[in-house]
């Protein structure tokens, strides 16, 4: 019975160190993911990365931190940190495998917040949508559409396709036709473009706009019409100048051509004897 007692104490000593000792790592553990966790946000805030990658990066370096921790622990009490290393992977394996779309839509996320080819509140064009960035999240990017509809694309499909950037530049070039009869007087006509043109004050200076003849088409000369407006400007300055073109040339005779079709009857040939 002695012996016994003098066994379980010495287990319990032995085994209390181990535990204490692990709980301490954990601990410790706990703080350096905390430490370096924050520190990698610092250091990500002062390069000026995006909001969401930096709390995803700092998170990521908690989380690595803290399993060392636990496998340190677990080691400490006894357990094969060897097995335990691999049933994680083989773990880990089979759940990329099963989240493979998914992954491959985290690290396209991770690039746009890296690279970043567009920010929130940029119009842009991705995998054929247009719309106003409302949000980038790690695994798909939101647009809100001109008719406010919200559209959510993922990511990798927004990596895989062509990115058109809208507003990178500031200014976009509105591409107006406008036509005229042949018989009309086409200096008069300019004149009147590119006077409606510059009373626009949503009409930049620079690049200057341009007003010239395009093409001499089928039943019309028409006109091209470039004035350079702000990202935000472009259909209400192509609504305006639309229905000033109009006013304008019916107040100065100057037609504007359709689409129209003769239509010839012929009598029908008399039979004889009728």
């Given at each position: 019975m002695t012996e016994l007692i003098a066994q379980a104490q010495s287990l319990a000593l032995t085994y209390g160190?181990?535990?204490?000792?692990?709980?301490?790592?954990?601990?410790?553990?706990?703080?350096?993911?905390?430490?370096?966790s924050q520190l990698?946000?610092?250091?990500?805030?002062?390069?000026?990365?995006?909001?969401?990658?930096?709390?995803f990066l700092g998170s990521l370096v908690y989380v690595g931190i803290l399993v060392v921790a636990v496998i340190a622990a677990l080691n400490q009490v006894g357990v094969q940190s060897t097995s335990?290393?691999?049933?994680v992977g083989a773990a880990g394996l089979a759940i990329g495998l099963a989240l493979e779309g998914a992954l491959a839509n985290f690290?396209?996320?991770t690039l746009i917040l890296v690279l970043r080819p567009?920010?929130?509140?940029?119009?842009?064009?991705?995998?054929?949508?247009?719309?106003?960035?409302?949000?980038?999240?790690?695994?798909?990017?939101?647009?809100?559409?001109?008719?406010?509809?919200?559209?959510?694309?993922?990511n990798a499909q927004v990596?895989?396709?062509?990115?058109?950037?809208?507003?990178?530049?500031?200014?976009?070039?509105l591409d107006l036709t406008f036509g005229i009869g042949y018989n009309d007087d086409i200096q008069l006509a300019k004149q009147i473009l590119e006077e409606i043109v510059a009373a626009d004050e949503r009409v930049v200076a620079e690049p200057a706009a341009v007003v010239a003849v395009r093409e001499l088409a089928d039943s019309?000369?028409?006109?091209?019409?470039?004035?350079?407006?702000?990202?935000?400007?472009?259909?209400?300055?192509?609504?305006?100048?639309?229905?000033?073109?109009?006013?304008?040339?019916?107040?100065a005779g100057i037609s504007i051509p359709f689409p129209q079709r003769d239509v010839h009857l012929f009598p029908a040939p008399v039979e004889n004897g009728s």
């Open positions: 160190l181990r535990l204490i000792g692990a709980i301490v790592i954990l601990l410790v553990g706990r703080w350096l993911a905390r430490y370096f990698t946000r610092t250091a990500l805030d002062r390069a000026q990365l995006d909001k969401t990658l930096i709390r335990l290393v691999a049933i690290a396209a996320g567009f920010r929130v509140g940029e119009r842009v064009e991705v995998a054929d949508v247009f719309g106003r960035v409302e949000e980038i999240q790690i695994f798909n990017t939101i647009l809100v559409t001109p008719d406010n509809k919200t559209v959510i694309v993922p990596t895989g396709s062509p990115i058109v950037n809208y507003s990178r530049r500031g200014l976009l070039r019309s000369v028409n006109f091209a019409v470039w004035p350079y407006v702000q990202v935000d400007d472009v259909w209400p300055v192509r609504f305006a100048i639309t229905e000033q073109v109009k006013q304008r040339f019916d107040a």
